[in-house]
């Protein structure tokens, strides 16, 4: 009777640790991101930004804020655009919604394909304003704050 109370007690604890082992291991830390912002190739501009973020592996949300300043003209539209590496040129991937101000916050649930693009430094961030319909000042993302 003893050695199959053990039993069980050892049966239980077992149990409590592999639950609280698969608990720990679902909660995947938070990636920041960060991208510096600058004019693109063939662009004059004095125009600056920076986007940070975060991305959370659980849930695959990317969260950002971008800001930026010193534009040519008004913005029109921002983008996350890949994959490329840097300095060449990729598709929309998400659109960051178009406040015409700055700050411009926002998120989305991104596929595990693109999340794999984004950690990857093959994500960019793109604003596009009236005198730079393809772009004024971009910056690739990178993880890190």
Known sequence: MLHSRL???AFAAL???AITL???AAQAAMIDLHANLHP???VKSAGTGMMSGTYDPATHKLTWTVTYSGLSSPETMA???GPAKIGGNAGVQVPIAA?????MSGSATITATQA???LGGLWYVNIHTKNYMGGEIRGHVMQGK
């Not at 406040?99 to 700050?103: D, I, K, L, R």
């Open 15 to 17: 149990t409590v640790s």
């Open 7 to 9: 039993g069980r007690l």
């Open 40 to 42: 693109a190739a063939g």
């Open 116 to 118: 794999k693009q984004l």
């Open 22 to 24: 698969g608990a720990g």
């Open 99 to 103: 406040v015409h101000a700055s700050p």
């Open 79 to 81: 983008h996350f655009h």
